[in-house]
C-alpha cells in the first residue's frame, strides 16, 4: 500500500508534532530511531490525560534491561509526562506467556470486537520487518490472536519478543511510520512501492479504513 510520503529534513520533529496530537489508544515502538522524537515531545508535551499507550512490540526481557523497548520509551518519556495510561508488555514473562496476557489486556480493554487503536507508531528494519514481525515467520498469518511471541527474531537484539499481530496494527485509524538513513533506503523501498511480500513484513501493513503514513528523510527515500 501506498502510504502518504513526507519526506522532512527534520523527521524527529515531524514524528514529535504527530505524537503530540495523538489522543484515545496510541501505539508506541521500539528501536533506537524514535526515541529522539520521545524525547522532544516529552518537553513539548507533557500531560498525556486521556491517553491511553500500548506497544507494538517488546524484547523478552526485564523492563530495566538495556534492550527493553518499554525501559528506552520510560527514560524517554514516561519519566516526563503525566496522565497517560501505559499499558507495558511484560517481556519478563516469556513470548507465550507475555503476549497471552497482553491479548488479554488488549481485549479487557477493547471487548471482542476489532482492537481499533487511534494511532499507531511504526518503525522499520533493514529486513523490512516492523513490530517483531520478521519476514517469513508464522506470526505474519496470525489474524485472530492480537499479541503473539516470536521465539527466534530474525534480527538482533536476538531475543524471543512479543508482538501485535498484523489483525490489530491494520484496524488502526492511522499508522505512521518512522523511518530514517540510507541503510533503510531498500527497505522502505519493499516496503512501500512493491505489492504485499510475506518476505518484506512492512508491505503487509495496510489499513482497511485507516491511514499510512511515512515519514522519512531524504536518505531512506532515495529509492522511492
Ligand atoms: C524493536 C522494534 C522494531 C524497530 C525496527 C527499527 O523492538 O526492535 O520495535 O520493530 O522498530 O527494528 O528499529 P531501529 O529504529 O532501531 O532501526
Given at each position: 500500500?501506498?502510504?502518504?510520503?513526507?519526506?522532512?529534513?527534520?523527521?524527529?520533529?515531524?514524528?514529535?508534532?504527530?505524537?503530540?496530537?495523538?489522543?484515545g489508544q496510541v501505539v508506541?515502538?521500539?528501536?533506537?530511531?524514535?526515541?529522539?522524537?520521545?524525547?522532544?515531545?516529552?518537553?513539548?508535551?507533557?500531560?498525556?490525560?486521556a491517553t491511553s499507550i500500548w506497544f507494538?512490540?517488546?524484547?523478552?526481557?526485564?523492563?530495566?534491561?538495556?534492550?527493553?523497548?518499554?525501559?528506552?520509551?520510560?527514560?524517554?518519556?514516561?519519566?516526563?509526562?503525566?496522565?497517560?495510561e501505559v499499558h507495558r508488555m511484560?517481556?519478563?514473562?516469556?513470548?507465550?506467556?507475555?503476549?497471552?496476557a497482553y491479548e488479554r489486556e488488549l481485549r479487557e480493554a477493547f471487548g471482542e470486537g476489532e482492537p481499533q487503536l487511534d494511532?499507531?507508531?511504526?518503525?522499520?528494519?533493514?529486513?523490512?520487518?516492523?513490530?517483531?514481525?520478521?519476514?517469513?515467520?508464522?506470526?505474519?498469518?496470525?489474524?485472530?490472536?492480537w499479541a503473539?511471541?516470536?521465539?527466534?527474531?530474525?534480527?538482533?537484539?536476538?531475543?524471543?519478543?512479543?508482538?501485535l499481530?498484523?489483525?490489530v496494527?491494520?484496524s488502526?485509524?492511522?499508522?505512521?511510520?518512522?523511518?530514517?538513513?540510507?541503510?533503510?533506503?531498500?527497505?522502505?523501498?519493499?516496503?512501500?512501492?512493491?505489492?504485499?511480500?510475506?518476505?518484506?513484513?512492512?508491505?503487509?501493513?495496510?489499513?482497511?479504513?485507516?491511514?499510512?503514513?511515512?515519514?522519512?528523510?531524504?536518505?531512506?527515500?532515495?529509492?522511492?
Amino acid at each position: 500500500m501506498r502510504p502518504e510520503v513526507h519526506v522532512s529534513e527534520d523527521p524527529t520533529a515531524a514524528a514529535a508534532e504527530r505524537l503530540h496530537e495523538a489522543r484515545g489508544q496510541v501505539v508506541l515502538t521500539g528501536g533506537s530511531t524514535p526515541r529522539a522524537a520521545y524525547e522532544r515531545v516529552a518537553v513539548e508535551r507533557p500531560d498525556w490525560a486521556a491517553t491511553s499507550i500500548w506497544f507494538s512490540d517488546e524484547r523478552c526481557v526485564p523492563p530495566d534491561h538495556e534492550h527493553s523497548n518499554f525501559g528506552m520509551v520510560r527514560e524517554a518519556l514516561f519519566d516526563h509526562i503525566e496522565g497517560a495510561e501505559v499499558h507495558r508488555m511484560q517481556g519478563e514473562l516469556g513470548p507465550e506467556e507475555g503476549a497471552a496476557a497482553y491479548e488479554r489486556e488488549l481485549r479487557e480493554a477493547f471487548g471482542e470486537g476489532e482492537p481499533q487503536l487511534d494511532f499507531i507508531l511504526l518503525g522499520l528494519g533493514p529486513d523490512v520487518h516492523t513490530c517483531s514481525l520478521f519476514p517469513g515467520d508464522d506470526a505474519l498469518g496470525e489474524r485472530e490472536r492480537w499479541a503473539v511471541g516470536v521465539e527466534t527474531p530474525g534480527m538482533a537484539p536476538l531475543v524471543s519478543r512479543i508482538t501485535l499481530t498484523l489483525a490489530v496494527v491494520n484496524s488502526a485509524r492511522s499508522v505512521v511510520f518512522l523511518v530514517t538513513g540510507e541503510d533503510k533506503a531498500e527497505a522502505v523501498e519493499r516496503a512501500f512501492t512493491g505489492p504485499p511480500d510475506q518476505g518484506a513484513p512492512g508491505s503487509l501493513v495496510e489499513p482497511t479504513s485507516g491511514t499510512l503514513v511515512l515519514i522519512c528523510d531524504e536518505a531512506a527515500a532515495a529509492r522511492l
